[in-house]
């Protein structure tokens, strides 16, 4: 498969080096959804129809931990493992879990060698993150491998043309002329793909597609975000900080509301027999 720049392993570990950068995209897309299910409650969800009582989890990919403390709540788990590449999530992690009140197993590691044990879990869960593999079907078969007999996987990525509109604002006003040309993060394992690499090691059970919708309300607030995307390749004065971007693209068109779109594709499965 293509290799992309998100694919690049010193690229990722730089772009989740810093938490902070990571809240920062995350507060932007949850100010400017006007619709859409949230993510962790359907994650949950779907981890909760399959999960025994009080089962054994793995969180692949946890970033800042808000999935990891809502599956705590939820399920009440015997044991709960969490591995990220990603120093700084994991210490993220083990802070909000333990004020929190709950007991997580950090492990640093990289999800093509999970350095877990055979059929150790009974929920395992990769959200928002095998788009970082140029091989997430191997990625798949290392999930499979440490699930439980009977045990399920939950997986969720979004529709490789998300945000689309933002490139094309980004194109129109020439701050990046070839944004929309540029590989898209979740190029490698998308809605549109998701499916047939998951079933390569894992029978499925659920595929679901939901539509989401953004509108951020002037240039400040779609600034924010946008400099937290790395496809973007801004001047150097105008990559870090978002009153000067906003202040840039005013001067370039006028301001106004920019309404953005993504599908969140979910899909769930048990290990092939």
Do not use: W
């Not at 194109?171 to 390569?200: H, Q």
């Not at 659920?206 to 779609?222: A, K, W």
């Amino acid at each position: 498969m293509t290799s992309t720049p998100f694919t690049d392993p010193d690229t990722v570990a730089g772009l989740y080096a810093d938490a902070g950068r990571t809240q920062q995209r995350t507060n932007a897309l949850l100010t400017a959804k006007t619709r859409g299910e949230n993510a962790t409650t359907t994650i949950v969800d779907l981890a909760t129809r399959y999960a025994p009582k009080h089962p054994t989890i793995c969180e692949i990919g946890c970033g800042r931990g808000t999935v990891t403390l809502a599956l705590a709540e939820a399920l009440a788990p015997t044991h709960h493992t969490v591995v990220d590449i990603s120093p700084a999530f994991l210490t993220t992690v083990n802070e909000r879990a333990t004020a929190a009140g709950f007991t997580v197993e950090t492990v640093h590691g990289d999800f093509h060698h999970l350095p877990l044990t055979d059929t150790t879990f009974d929920v395992v869960v990769a959200a928002f993150c095998l788009y970082h593999s140029t091989r997430p079907a191997d990625v798949v078969a290392e999930i499979a491998r440490c699930l439980t007999p009977g045990g399920r996987a939950v997986l969720a990525t979004k529709s490789g043309d998300s945000y689309h509109e933002i490139d094309q604002l980004m194109v129109e006003t020439g701050l990046d002329p070839s944004a929309s040309r540029r590989p898209s993060l979740y190029e490698t394992f998308n809605s549109t793909n998701a499916a047939d690499i998951v079933s390569t090691g894992i029978e499925l059970t659920d595929v679901i597609h939901r539509e989401h919708t953004f509108r951020f309300t002037d240039f400040d607030h779609l600034a924010a975000y946008a400099i937290t995307v790395p496809k973007y390749q801004l001047p150097q004065r105008l990559a870090t900080n978002p009153r000067k971007l906003a202040a840039e693209l005013r001067r370039r068109t006028r301001d106004r509301a920019v309404t953005a779109t993504s599908t969140v594709t979910y899909l769930t499965g048990s290990r092939r027999k």
